[in-house]
């Protein structure tokens, strides 16, 4: 598991790439987030490429997947947040520093997109230390976006309305507000977060992330819901949204004779996967991570994880189920 010391993680950062740079000389750092990033991961992204500009950095935010969460599209256009996918960065980036946040490339999630992994600041934990200059890796954190809004404090700036807004988001996001693996910097952050951004507007893009026009993925995530144990496994065969699966995924947790869900969307092409887990004996990370074991890949933390199955893979509902009741078995025996 990953450790490393947060102590003036913004100073260190800084002081290693003006030393990357030599000199006076500034130049451009790439911000990437995990792939198929969520609100946490482009806030983070934001919110440091920002306090890197004040300091004279270019910087250039990117990420791999696609992002099809109406939320997070509405976040990113409305705090008018510059994150593209990697197909659209410039060739001449390549051999700059590349910066992973809310992510860490010994995961399978996060491979750097450029020659160089210059850092890693994350919060997830189940990965191991990164070989570059400069890691930031609290595992005690709730949310990535109350690390960057420590960069901001220890600056000694606060932040402009919309960088506040997209880090209140991550926090949010990330902790189902305030509800789910909540720490004293994560409040800390958001209480200092509070007046800089629009809390209305956050709350209001955050909470209202559903349509009509998702209904049929709620009833076919009813009508198939497999049992095992406290395991809730369940199939959906239409095209949906990475939100729609997680919303799933926690709701079907509020079940008290269940502790650990299994949403996945399928629909021949796009097959993500949302887990989630309430018991102390069992990371959802593993859980996936094992489960998706040459047909995708995953992760996350303990608590929640999401993945990709390959598009390639033909497997059947049957098969999956059985992966991941023996996935559970397993990790539960080794944590």
Same mark, same amino acid.
């Given at each position: ?6 102590? %003036? ?7 290693? =790439? ?28 934001? %919110?440091?490429?920002? &306090? ?8 250039? =935010? ?6 099809? #969460?109406? *939320? ?46 210059? !850092? ?16 930031? /890796?609290?595992? %005690? ?25 997209? +880090? &209140? ?5 990330? @902790? ?18 509070? *007046? ?12 209202? *992330?559903? #349509?009509?026009?998702? +209904? ?17 496994? *369940? ?9 729609? /699966? ?11 004779? /269940?502790?650990? @869900? ?20 069992? #990371? ?11 047909? %995708?890949? !995953? ?31 397993? @990790?539960?025996?080794?944590?």
């Amino acid at each position: 598991m990953a450790r490393a010391n947060p102590s %003036g993680g913004f100073s260190r950062m800084t002081a290693l =790439l003006e030393e990357h740079f030599g000199g006076g000389k500034k130049g451009t750092a790439v911000i990437q987030t995990h792939d198929f990033p969520d609100h946490d991961a482009a806030a983070s992204a934001f %919110g440091l490429a920002r &306090l890197l500009e004040k300091r004279g950095i270019e910087t250039c =935010l990117c990420y791999r997947g696609i992002i099809n #969460s109406f *939320s997070l599209k509405t976040m990113i256009r409305d705090l008018e947040i510059p994150l593209r996918p990697v197909r659209g960065m410039v060739k001449d980036l390549r051999e700059s520093p590349c910066i992973v946040v809310d992510g860490n490339p010994t995961n399978t999630n996060a491979r750097p997109v450029t020659d160089l992994l210059f !850092g890693v600041v994350d919060h997830h934990a189940n990965s191991r230390l990164p070989d570059c200059p400069f890691t930031d /890796i609290r595992t %005690g954190y709730g949310s990535c976006a109350a690390i960057i809004a420590g960069y901001w404090k220890e600056a000694g700036l606060v932040p402009d309305r919309k960088t506040a807004t997209a +880090l &209140l988001m991550g926090i949010e996001m990330d @902790t189902d507000f305030l509800s789910r693996r909540v720490t004293k910097a994560d409040m800390d952050a958001l209480h200092r977060l509070f *007046s800089a951004g629009d809390w209305e507007y956050s709350t209001r893009v955050v909470k209202a *992330s559903l #349509s009509t026009q998702n +209904l049929p993925a709620f009833e076919e995530a009813v009508t198939r819901v497999r049992l095992q144990g406290r395991m809730l496994f *369940s199939r959906i065969p239409l095209e949906t949204s990475q939100e729609v /699966i997680a919303i799933l995924a926690d709701f079907f947790l509020r079940f008290r004779e /269940i502790f650990v @869900t299994v949403i996945i969307e399928d629909d021949g092409t796009e097959r993500h996967v949302s887990v989630r887990s309430r018991d102390p004996a069992v #990371s959802a990370a593993l859980v996936i991570r094992e489960a998706l074991k040459d047909i %995708g890949e !995953g992760g996350g933390h303990d608590y929640m994880a999401g993945g990709v199955i390959d598009p390639a893979v033909t497997i059947s509902e049957k098969e999956l189920f059985r992966r991941f009741t023996d996935a559970m078995e397993k @990790t539960g025996e080794h944590q």
